[in-house]
């Protein structure tokens, strides 16, 4: 399709990657990413990258992911039920800060050619364009105020996304029962001076808890700090004792957004703003970068927009769609997890790992019997190092 000027809202990873790779194939024309926030400044912590998406990115463009991969961690994974730890092997999948991979996408957009606009916030209607890719995010405003159909569906439980100011040793799901009821942790080192530590409960234990109270006083540029300490206490254990640190931390529902169209005239959604999928399958930014690339393939494949929106959406759907189901039923197992606290913690680890339905049972045993490394094996957490100690 003709292409002279086209505008990016939102400076996040699909919005940033889109740029890139539009600015790539169409070296003549002109591409502006909108951020609204400073470089440097960004929501959460580590997302995690599987090894499937590297590969997707890698064919995309092998030097933005070789830099990706540079800057992010590798991490196994491990289960714990109160002294009990089991451990599986990954050697693809990386952890990396969110403001790193910005980083990375935000140079790698200006090397092409891209102009960066931070501290702007720009609507659809306002920008001086052909066309407009809305990369705003899970809250966009273009979704909202446009006509894409959207659906957003609020989960039952509440999560709280915050961080260490130390790498764990491997990627941790452990839970904690308190005399409210039970929390869990999925947490993983993203870069060797921090982790993600995401917490998530049910919502009679948040509310026995008193977090309804401190989530309605907790300004939303600050940090939910009594949650923080009451939280860090009950995961001492996996903590070593040591803190949780918080980016605008705060209890939230999960919402999964949902879109009948994700085109409108000039106007395209991607990533966050068209779909959403829960965080306990860490694959929004895979998504939201995988779009990226099927949307200039798209672009650059039809002879207007009309077509290539269809096409986009012709190629995407199916796959997003997949998606947002296996998040589904992870999501559920997540939110029923304490009810499967008294299950051996070795059936427990295979349950998570196949809980989607994407990972059969004889191909996740397989995976790991090839492995170097012992498969799943079960030891008590007495005989292992501090889960603050740093890998060696
Ligand atoms: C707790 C949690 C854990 C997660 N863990 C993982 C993980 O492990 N792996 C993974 O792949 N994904 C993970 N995700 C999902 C991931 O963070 C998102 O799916 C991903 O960031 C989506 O990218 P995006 O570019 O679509 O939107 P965003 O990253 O949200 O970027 C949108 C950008 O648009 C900007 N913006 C919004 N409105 C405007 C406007 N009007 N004008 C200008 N700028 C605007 C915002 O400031 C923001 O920078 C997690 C999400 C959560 C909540």
Redo the contacts with the bound molecule.
């Keep these: 399709m003709q292409l002279r000027r086209v505008g990016v ?7 940033l990657y889109a740029a890139r790779l539009l600015k790539l194939a169409r070296p003549s024309c002109d591409v502006i990413v ?4 400073e470089p440097g400044t ?1 929501f ?1 912590f580590g ?3 599987a090894a499937g998406t590297q590969r997707n990115l890698a064919a995309a463009d092998p030097d933005t992911l070789r830099d990706i991969v540079a800057a992010g961690r590798r991490h196994d994974m491990t289960m714990q039920v109160a002294d009990r730890v089991v451990r599986v092997h990954n050697d693809r999948l990386i952890g990396i800060a969110r403001t790193e991979l910005l980083a990375v996408l935000q140079r790698h957009a200006e090397k092409a050619g891209v102009r960066l606009e931070f501290g ?4 659809a209607g306002d920008v001086d364009a052909d066309t407009v890719i809305a ?4 809250s ?2 273009t979704r909202e105020d446009g006509d894409f159909g959207g659906t957003i569906e609020a989960g039952r439980g509440l ?1 709280l ?1 915050c961080g260490t100011d130390f790498p764990l040793a491997d990627a941790v799901f452990a839970p904690a029962e308190t005399e409210h009821g039970t929390f869990v942790t999925h947490a993983y080192p993203y870069s060797d001076g921090q982790s993600t530590f ?1 917490i998530e409960t049910d919502e009679q234990t948040w509310r026995r808890a008193g977090f309804e109270a401190t989530t309605e006083q907790t300004p939303s540029d600050a940090s939910d700090l009594s949650s923080l300490r009451y939280l860090q206490q009950a995961f001492a254990g996996p903590l070593g004792g040591r803190a949780l640190i918080g980016n605008r931390t705060r209890w939230t529902r999960f919402r999964t957004v949902r879109c009948q169209r994700w085109s409108s005239e000039r106007t395209v959604l ?4 068209a779909h ?1 999928a829960h ?1 306990s399958i ?7 970068m995988e779009d990226a690339i099927a949307l200039v393939e798209a672009m650059d494949a039809e002879p207007d927009a009309a077509g290539a929106f269809a096409r986009y959406e012709a190629v995407r759907r199916p796959p997003v769609g997949r998606l947002q189901e296996l998040a589904r039923r992870s999501q559920l197992w997540w939110e029923s997890f304490p009810s499967r606290l008294n299950v051996p913690v070795e059936q427990l680890l295979v349950a998570y790992m196949t809980r989607a339905g994407n990972v059969p049972l004889g191909r996740f045993a397989a995976t790991n019997r090839r492995s170097s490394r012992p498969p799943w094996a079960g030891t008590p957490a007495s005989t292992r190092p501090p889960r603050s100690c740093p890998p060696t």
């Design positions: 809202l939102g400076g996040g990873p699909g919005g909108y951020e609204q926030g960004t959460g997302v995690g990258l702007t916030r720009r609507g990369a705003d995010g899970i966009s405003a999560y996304w995401l991607l990533g966050d703003a959403t965080y860490g694959s929004g930014t895979k998504l939201a």
